[in-house]
Nanobody, 132 residues
Framework: QVQLVESGGGLVQAGGSLRLSCAAS??????????IGWYRQAPGKEREGVSC????????YYDDSVKGRFTMSRDIAKKMVFLQMNNLEPEDTAVYYC???????????????????????WGQGVQVTVSS
């Protein structure tokens, strides 16, 4: 079992920044198995993968829509992951979820083929609203 709790959402104007945090907990064995991803779901749209961080080297993958604006990082000792979101756009408005992802979906192949079906655990989500 893996538990994930997001924080840091809110309302920001276009061009602004927000930093999301995700605290992970669970048995060490379970936590070591998974990569961590950020996903989002806008009203009326399907949930989509935003970024993930996977291997021991901390390799990150991003959706094309956020490349150059969002940066994902982690603090392994604190079991935390972060999503720094800069130059936010109204199109970034969504509920953002932290997720425990099987490593095959957070890889140079898996991220571009199937980002969703590899998720085993979801956080409760946090709202991000970007006003124009």
């Amino acid at each position: 079992q893996v538990q994930l709790v997001e924080s840091g959402g809110g309302l920001v104007q276009a061009g602004g920044s927000l930093r999301l945090s995700c605290a992970a907990s669970g048995t060490p064995g379970d936590l070591s198995v998974y990569a961590i991803g950020w996903y989002r779901q806008a009203p009326g749209k399907e949930r989509e993968g935003v970024s993930c961080i996977g291997d021991s080297e901390g390799t990150t993958y991003y959706d094309d829509s956020v490349k150059g604006r969002f940066t994902m990082s982690r603090d392994i000792a604190k079991k935390m992951v972060f999503l720094q979101m800069n130059n936010l756009e109204p199109e970034d408005t969504a509920v953002y979820y932290c997720a425990a992802v099987r490593p095959t979906s957070c890889s140079s192949y898996g991220w571009y083929v199937d980002r969703i079906s590899g998720v085993d655990y979801w956080g409760q989500g946090v709202q991000v609203t970007v006003s124009s």
